[in-house]
T-cell receptor
Framework: EAGVAQSPRYKIIEKRQSVAFWCNPI?????LYWYQQILGQGPKLLIQ????????DSQLPKDRFSAERLKGVDSTLKIQPAKLEDSAVYLC???????????????????FGPGTRLTVL | KNQVEQSPQSLIILEGKNCTLQ??????????LRWYKQDTGRGPVSLTI?????NTKSNGRYTATLDADTKQSSLHITASQLSDSASYIC??????????FGAGTTVTVRA
């Protein structure tokens, strides 16, 4: 089966500019995640969608970051305006489900895309 | 606060040698622990998953262990190959399915 698709793979912008990333999850996966991975660190969850609804956006810097998954399939993550500290790899992941009493662990396995490497100059 | 600590931060080994990576966690209540391999420029890929009742899981030359009492896990790589050069991330899931990621151990295998 096709994996999680992300584009672009690389992006270089100047601070205060805007940028958008796109993610297409594995077909049929209800849950979609956006992570920020700064060099030398593990991924940090920015936002989690269940279908087209937001489940968790507690670590999303909402003054500059926004994300949407309007039709419950693909998603976009936007940064406006970008800061130097936003330089990172932005990973998108998807899973069949996300929790719930009847969920099996295998249903919650997250499959990651290749990521978008953002450099803010 | 749920935390995952990995050691060492990085290591270099010669091709054919073995190595062991460590992961200590404070995630509670615990659901499962995964080891991911992340090649440079790629997303993480799951290697193993262990629940509370499992204390060892193998995937080819990768063997993970889990001690739920001491909240420690290890990943052992046997007979390393050049393709094992990557970052290895320990990820612990709480019972609410929220994930806590370690910072990863960067392994470099040299010929």
């Amino acid at each position: 089966e096709a994996g999680v698709a992300q584009s672009p793979r690389y992006k270089i912008i100047e601070k205060r500019q805007s940028v958008a990333f796109w993610c297409n999850p594995i077909s049929g996966h209800a849950t979609l995640y956006w992570y920020q991975q700064i060099l030398g660190q593990g991924p940090k969850l920015l936002i989690q969608f269940q279908n087209n609804g937001v489940v968790d956006d507690s670590q999303l810097p909402k003054d500059r970051f926004s994300a949407e998954r309007l039709k419950g399939v693909d998603s976009t993550l936007k940064i406006q305006p970008a800061k130097l500290e936003d330089s990172a790899v932005y990973l998108c992941a998807s899973s069949q489900k996300a929790g719930g009493l009847l969920s099996r662990i295998v249903d919650n396995e997250q499959f990651f895309g290749p990521g978008t490497r953002l450099t803010v100059l | 606060k749920n935390q995952v600590e990995q050691s060492p931060q990085s290591l270099i080994i010669l091709e054919g040698k073995n190595c062991t990576l460590q992961c200590n966690y404070t995630v509670s209540p615990f659901s499962n622990l995964r080891w991911y391999k992340q090649d440079t420029g790629r997303g993480p890929v799951s290697l193993t998953i262990m629940t509370f009742s499992e204390n060892t899981k193998s995937n080819g030359r990768y063997t993970a262990t889990l001690d739920a009492d001491t909240k420690q896990s290890s990943l052992h790589i046997t007979a390393s190959q050049l393709s094992d050069s990557a970052s290895y991330i320990c990820v612990v899931s709480a019972s609410d399915y929220k994930l806590s990621f370690g910072a990863g151990t960067t392994v470099t295998v040299r010929a």
